[in-house]
């Protein structure tokens, strides 16, 4: 999966940075250096499934960031980030 271009709506930054004190600076740093991709759920409609990527920022801070994928334009959707949990954490260092 290649991501070429990601967008993240206003009131989902917001939601993320309030909550869980994660900068949308930070998800660009772990969406665009080559985090881990795995299915997560079947979209509602057809072409809008769920995806979460596994990765580090530049400043050490593991995230998990989930994204709608649209392919045909290499875009990432955000709809929501946060740190790894205790058991993501340990799956993403085993790969």
């Known amino acids: 999966m290649q991501i070429d271009y990601i967008v993240c709506p206003d009131y989902i930054e917001d939601k993320f940075e309030s909550r869980h004190h994660v900068t949308v ?3 660009r740093q772990v969406l ?3 985090p ?3 299915f997560a759920e079947k979209g509602h409609t057809e072409g809008n499934d769920v995806y979460g990527g ?3 920022t530049f400043g050490g801070r593991y995230l998990s960031v989930f994204f709608v ?3 045909e334009a290499k ?3 955000i709809i929501s980030a946060r740190d790894m949990s ?3 954490r340990k799956t993403y260092g085993r790969k």
């Open 69 to 71: 994928y649209k392919p």
């Open 75 to 77: 875009t990432a959707i």
């Open 54 to 56: 596994f990765g580090q």
């Open 32 to 34: 665009l250096s080559k």
């Open 36 to 38: 881990r991709i795995r």
């Open 25 to 27: 600076r930070e998800v």
């Open 86 to 88: 205790n058991k993501e």
